[in-house]
Every structure is written in structure tokens, then in C-alpha cells.
């Protein structure tokens, strides 16, 4: 191809380039099962936090939802038959709730974390989004489904996904039966789907359908679109809206002539924003012929740093600082530049295309014939990437010592990492400490305020500047010059970071980055500072379970009711990473060290230095040689190298067994031999001997007490089983432990048998 024809084939391609707009939904349309409550949900104010109203019934009576759902902010928000979803202001992160009949939030669920969504819709049960940077399709809710194609934008039907692909053309995947082929070539810019059937708006304005669509749209030009049950409505480029559909349904006479800045719908409800107030109006369903206005003041769009097309008009106050709110382009209207004063015509736009991509095309020309002449002079090197984070190889000893002299004085693995954790922006959420903060704060890293050990270094306890009580995890890491005397000198043959260590700083990092939950200790920020690597998390003032089981000096040996909750607190934890976390994570290093309590003597799991990934759902496992702690490592694990969540099960079993008996899980027999507390203690619960082997230094438990106690040891017997596939699910112990704690102040019947024939 010569360059002529690439100057000409480029300017095609940028002519026919639709101009995208980031269209992350910012209020949502959901119905219960019955189809009689009616959910509306919008991000509200600068907050941008998420609130709900329910309405059933006629007079637009409604309940307001609150619970759960107002806590973090929010960028999009897309609903169903039975749910709605939310997705954080990272993009990241997608939580659900679902609702009962009457509209009730009974249950929230975290289905997605990973990479960012560029793009968010729902139908009436399923839920896709487009993955950030690659356009791969996801969905949620939709089992078995699974699509090739790639999208800059969707719009989810029935059961069916339609979206912008390329250069404006239209693919649909899923049950194509109702609305034709999975293909349609022409130049779009907005998409949207119905039950059955979609419709699409061309560059310039134009409006075409297909599918089992009702009435004819109105010949006009258009620059929004929401489609329904049988109905749709379109926001013409003037910014009012018509609609049309079965039983001659239209616009309310009250809302025609109003401007509208985005419109959305599900089953028989649309809802708009409207462009004077910024209002959430909705029509369509009886609900609302009383009174449209649902909310005041709501987000009306996505927050954005360039808008081609100009921004909303008082958009910019709902986003942060340096962002705002882009209004939709109007066909009549191509791109301008704010404030520039250059009338943007498609002629004048034409032009710069053309000289833009005659200069780009003569750059790229030479730049290649560059290229081929060094290649003919040099020898070929090839640069070697090392893979996403998650496909960093564990070390496979569970200690090991490694040293390499003349070591470079950055970690090249740890740094790029790091940087590839964070251009995913799992880290946005975190404060970047300097080194010279935590300096300050540990008085060097005195032994002072050093309090322990973690997977990959010392621990220290400081009070920053603000007030705040941190536990800093410093890095054992390779030396850099000197900082007011911390580091030391430079050497010529410098330690390099163990690779144990490595992984462990970058995985604790990565994991904690992306969890949130009351039972797993809270990552603050980091430390990357001239080979410094240190993680700030909050302090636990009553430090770690092991200490109050197993420390002579300490002073509160914990009653049996509080060892109770403790135990339930770090189940929950773990039930969490195992079932709540997306992709699921095993912990593999449970033990009571790892578990801390903080003033209120809520327990925490800590320590994610060892955590994997779980397996995938068509696998039953991970094949990987074993890590952990002696003595709560799963026999199985350790024996076949196939690591499951029911792992992490087994090490659990081994702490409820320290709890009540005050054993570590390797201690000393009478003889001075080791003995382990498995082997030790079980026999005694299965002959209903657990009295004979319940820590001396607590009373003997109340009648009350005694009960619970035996039940939660014959849950620590099942959770030690041999095989893994025997022991009981964490959600299971955590229902179990939660029985018993109940069981130690009312009298309970709890069965002497296992997990599985008791739940």
C-alpha cells in the first residue's frame, strides 16, 4: 500500500469516526416480581451517593431507601426486575441489591471488581458491561453466555446485547429471534434495546429500528433514545421528547415543550432528566400521572474531562474538580472547541482532518523507515512482559533465602507491578505516603515502635500528624542512599528482595485495594519511595487473637461468649473473600496471629500475603505446591498440591480448636514431643470428652455456655475432615457459629452431629 493510499483510507476511517461520549447510566428504572412496586434510583448532588425511592400503588406514594446503599459514590447505576446495581466511582466495582415484592432491599452483593467499565446497561433480569480498554464484552445474571465480539458501547435487550462496534457499525449477540441478524453496517453514534427490539441514531441525526418494534418513530432528528415494553421515546435534537408505541402511548401533555438532558426506561416506565432543573421526572405507569418529579436536583450524566460537543450546563458541579458533565451532540451541531472562538463546520473539521492526517501519515512513514534501517544494522532485542499481576508465580518453598550480588537498586519486577496494579486504578482509593512521613512517625523505625512481624516484614505502630493510629508494614527491601540516617549507604553488592517477600508486598496490596468489608483489616494507603515499600493500615488496639490465647502476660483471656464472636467475626471475614469477592480469594494463611481485635474487640482478618485468586468456575482447583503456616496447613493441599477455598476451611477448623482448647496448633506434649492440636483434641470431642480438653484459664462455662461449646466443637471435627470435599462451605460455619453464640444465652437444641445434617 503505497502512502497516497493510506493518507486516503485514514481520512475515510476519521470521517465515518463517531464522536463517543461517555453514557454511564445515572438514574435507573427497576420492578419487583409482581410487576406492582416500581424502584427509581439516582446518584444524587456532588456526592454523587446513590438513593432510591419505591412506589406502589396510585397518589405517588413512596418509601425511601437508605440502607446500605448511600455509604460510597457512585458513577452509574443500571436496574432490573428485582434488582439494581451500582458502580463505584472507580468504575471497578459493581454492587447489587435485591429487593422483595413490596420493594424492600433484602440482600447486596458485589458481583464484578477488575478491570474498569467504560460502559453499563441492564434488561429486565441481566446485566453487561464493556471492559476499559478492551471492549470485551461481560455479563452478569446470563448463564453460559459468552461473545467474542467488542464494543465501545451496549444497550442489553431481552436476551439479547446490542452495541456500537468499530466505526458505527451495530453487532447483536444472544437470541437474535425477535430482531434479525447480528449485524447491521452504517455510521451510529447511540444505540439503545427494548424487550424486543432496538433502535439506533446515525452521525446526522437519523432514527432506525428493528426488531418486533410497535408504531412508526416521528420523522425528526434525534440525539437520545430509551426503549420499553412495546413503547419508546427519543429526545429530538431541540432537547424535547416525543414517544410512540402500542395503544398510541405518547408523552404526558404536562411534559411536552420540556427539554430533557438524558432519558432511560424499563418495562412500561421512562424517566428523564430535565435540562432547566436538573429534575428526575418519570410517565408512562399510572404511579406517576399524579405527580412526574421523582427527584430534585439529581446527577444528569457522566462526569468527563473533555466534552466534544460542549458540557451540560450546570453539569460540572455534580463531578470533582477538573471534570463534567458532557451534553449529547447534536447532529446539526459537529465538534467545537470550548471558548476557542473557531466555528466548527464539517467543512472546517474536513480540513484539519485532511492536513492532520497528511502530517501524521508522512511521520509515521519515516519513523518506519527509520525503524527498518536500524533493524538492518542492530541486533534484534525483544522486550519481555511479564503478564498481569495475577499471573505472578508463587515461590515454592514456603521459606527460602536468595542473594545475587551486584543487584540493581530497584526491584524491575515490584515497580512494574505496581504499575500495572494501578493503571487498572485498583489503588485510587489509597493515600500515597512519603517515606519521610513514616520516618517521622516511627522515630526511624525504633525498635520502640515495632509490635511484630508480617508476611514480608517488620510491623510498627505510629500516630501521624492528623491524629491517626497506624500499623505500618515496612518491606525488607534493598537499600537506597541514606535519609536523615534510616537507610544506610549504598553497597556495591546490595541484597535483593526475596521473591517471597515481592510477592507477598505486591499481592497484600492488590487484594487489600480492592475489599471492603467490617471483618477484614482496612489497607490506608502505601510507601513507593527509593526502594522503600511499606503499607498503612488502621491500628487494632487489643492486637491479635494469638496473643490473648497463647501471651503469659496478657491480662484478658477473652470470656467464652466474646471467643464466640471472635470466631464469627473472622468466619464472616473469610466467608467474604470466598463468596462476596469477584473472582473469589483464598487466604491461605488463617491462623490466630492473623486474626486482630480492634478497641471494640471486633476481629479482623489480616495478612493477605499468601492470597490467591480462586479457581475459576470451570475448575475444581489451583495446582500449585503448598504455603502456609505448619500446623494449619490443609493435609490435603499439602499432600495432592491442589488448593481450594475448603483450604482455608481446614486452617479455620485448626483455629476454633485453639480457641477452645488454649493449644497452639504445634505445641509441646508432656513428653516435650510436638503434638498437634488435630490430633490431640478431636478424638476428645467425638467421644463427648470436650471438657477434658477446654482451656484452663478461662471458668468452666455455664450450662448455657457448655452447649454451645460442644456444638462449635463438633464444627471444628468437621472442618478438619479428611477429604476437603467433607468440610462445610464458610457460609455454613458462619450460620453455625451464629446458632451457637445465640445458643450461650438461651437455651438452644443443637444436635451432636456434623455441619452437613445440622444446617
Not at 466505526?167 to 437474535?176: D, H, P, Q
Not at 457459629?737 to 437444641?749: G, H, I, M, Q, S
Request: net charge negative.
Amino acid at each position: 500500500m503505497t502512502t497516497l493510499h493510506i493518507i486516503l483510507f485514514s481520512l475515510y476511517i476519521l470521517l465515518l469516526l463517531p464522536i463517543s461520549i461517555l453514557s454511564l447510566p445515572t438514574f435507573s428504572i427497576s420492578h419487583s416480581s409482581d410487576h406492582k412496586t416500581i424502584i427509581i434510583c439516582s446518584l444524587m448532588q456532588q456526592n454523587r451517593h446513590l438513593s432510591c425511592k419505591t412506589f406502589r400503588g396510585l397518589n405517588n406514594d413512596y418509601t425511601t431507601l437508605t440502607n446500605n446503599i448511600t455509604t460510597i459514590s457512585y458513577s452509574g447505576v443500571v436496574g432490573g426486575d428485582g434488582f439494581f446495581c451500582g458502580l463505584d466511582d472507580s468504575q471497578t466495582n459493581l454492587i447489587c441489591w435485591r429487593f422483595d415484592r413490596n420493594g424492600g432491599v433484602v440482600e447486596y452483593k458485589r458481583i464484578y471488581n477488575g478491570p474498569v467499565l467504560d460502559d453499563l446497561d441492564s434488561g429486565s433480569s441481566r446485566i453487561c458491561g464493556v471492559l476499559g480498554g478492551t471492549g470485551r464484552l461481560e455479563c452478569w445474571q446470563w448463564r453460559k453466555f459468552k461473545s467474542s465480539v467488542e464494543f465501545s458501547s451496549l444497550a442489553v435487550g431481552g436476551d439479547f446485547v446490542c452495541g456500537l462496534k468499530g466505526f458505527g457499525e451495530i453487532r447483536c449477540v444472544g437470541n437474535l429471534s425477535n430482531v434479525g441478524g447480528g449485524r447491521y453496517r452504517g455510521n451510529y453514534s447511540v444505540v439503545a434495546a427494548g424487550l424486543r427490539h432496538f433502535c439506533a441514531i446515525s452521525v446526522r441525526g437519523r432514527l432506525k429500528c428493528w426488531g418486533d418494534k410497535v408504531g412508526d418513530p416521528p420523522k425528526a432528528l434525534f440525539k437520545g433514545l430509551a426503549l420499553g415494553d412495546g413503547r419508546s421515546c427519543g429526545i429530538r435534537v431541540g432537547g424535547d421528547v416525543v414517544c410512540w408505541g402500542e395503544n398510541g402511548f405518547g408523552l404526558p401533555g404536562f411534559l411536552k415543550g420540556i427539554t430533557f438532558e438524558a432519558i432511560e426506561a424499563s418495562g412500561d416506565v421512562f424517566c428523564g432528566v430535565r435540562t432547566e432543573d436538573y429534575g428526575l421526572y418519570c410517565w408512562g405507569n399510572e404511579v406517576f400521572d399524579a405527580d412526574a418529579l421523582v427527584f430534585k436536583d439529581v446527577v444528569p450524566g457522566a462526569c468527563a474531562r473533555e466534552c466534544p460537543c460542549g458540557a451540560s450546563q450546570r453539569g460540572g458541579k455534580f463531578c470533582r474538580p477538573g471534570l463534567m458533565v458532557c451534553k449529547p451532540c447534536d447532529p446539526e451541531s459537529p465538534p467545537r472547541s470550548e471558548g476557542s472562538g473557531v466555528n466548527w463546520t464539517w467543512k472546517n473539521v474536513t480540513l484539519l482532518v485532511v492536513g492532520c492526517v497528511g502530517t501524521s501519515s508522512s511521520l509515521i512513514l519515516l519513523v518506519v523507515l527509520c525503524f527498518r534501517c536500524n533493524k538492518g544494522t542492530r541486533g534484534s532485542h525483544r522486550v519481555h512482559d511479564s503478564g498481569p499481576l495475577d499471573d505472578l508465580e508463587m515461590p515454592t518453598q514456603l521459606t527460602t533465602t536468595k542473594q545475587v550480588a551486584h543487584a540493581p537498586q530497584t526491584p524491575p519486577l515490584l515497580v512494574k507491578k505496581l504499575s500495572q496494579m494501578f493503571s487498572m486504578e485498583n489503588g485510587g482509593n489509597l493515600e500515597d505516603f512519603s517515606f519521610s512521613v513514616l520516618v517521622g512517625a516511627t522515630n526511624n523505625f525504633s525498635d520502640h515502635h515495632k509490635i511484630g512481624s508480617g508476611s514480608f516484614g517488620s510491623v510498627y505502630r505510629a500516630t501521624l500528624l492528623d491524629g491517626r493510629e497506624v500499623a505500618i508494614k515496612r518491606a525488607q527491601l534493598t537499600t537506597c542512599p541514606s535519609f536523615n540516617g534510616a537507610r544506610g549507604g549504598v553497597n556495591a553488592n546490595i541484597t535483593k528482595l526475596q521473591d517471597e517477600n515481592e510477592y507477598a508486598f505486591v499481592n497484600e496490596l492488590e487484594c487489600l485495594s480492592r475489599l471492603n468489608h467490617k471483618n477484614l483489616v482496612r489497607l490506608l494507603g502505601f510507601c513507593e519511595d527509593c526502594n522503600e515499600y511499606a503499607l498503612i493500615y488502621e491500628y487494632m488496639n487489643n492486637g491479635s487473637l494469638h496473643d490473648h490465647l497463647h501471651n503469659p502476660q496478657s491480662t484478658d483471656t477473652m470470656s467464652w461468649p466474646t471467643r464466640i464472636q471472635v470466631a464469627l467475626d473472622a468466619a464472616r471475614g473469610i466467608e467474604y473473600l470466598h463468596v462476596y469477592a469477584d473472582p473469589p480469594i483464598i487466604h491461605r494463611d488463617i491462623k490466630s496471629s492473623n486474626i486482630l481485635l480492634d478497641a471494640t474487640w471486633t476481629a479482623k482478618v489480616s495478612d493477605f500475603g499468601l492470597s490467591l485468586m480462586g479457581p475459576q468456575e470451570n475448575m475444581s482447583h489451583l495446582s500449585l505446591h503448598a504455603a502456609g503456616t505448619v500446623g494449619y496447613i490443609d493435609p490435603e493441599y499439602f499432600r495432592l498440591q491442589q488448593l481450594t477455598t475448603k483450604s482455608d476451611v481446614y486452617s479455620f477448623g485448626v483455629l476454633l480448636l485453639e480457641l477452645l482448647s488454649g493449644y497452639r496448633a504445634i505445641h509441646l506434649n508432656e513428653e516435650r514431643m510436638p503434638r498437634n492440636v488435630v490430633d490431640y483434641v478431636v478424638p476428645y470431642i467425638v467421644q463427648d470428652n470436650i471438657h477434658r480438653v477446654l482451656d484452663p484459664a478461662l471458668p468452666p462455662p455455664t450450662p448455657l455456655e457448655i452447649e454451645a461449646i460442644a456444638y462449635i466443637g463438633y464444627l471444628a471435627t468437621d472442618c478438619v475432615m479428611l477429604p476437603g470435599q467433607d468440610r462445610p462451605t464458610m457460609s455454613e460455619i458462619v450460620n453455625s457459629l451464629e446458632r451457637a453464640l445465640l445458643a450461650c444465652f438461651a437455651t438452644p437444641a443443637l444436635p451432636h452431629s456434623s455441619t452437613n445434617s445440622s444446617l
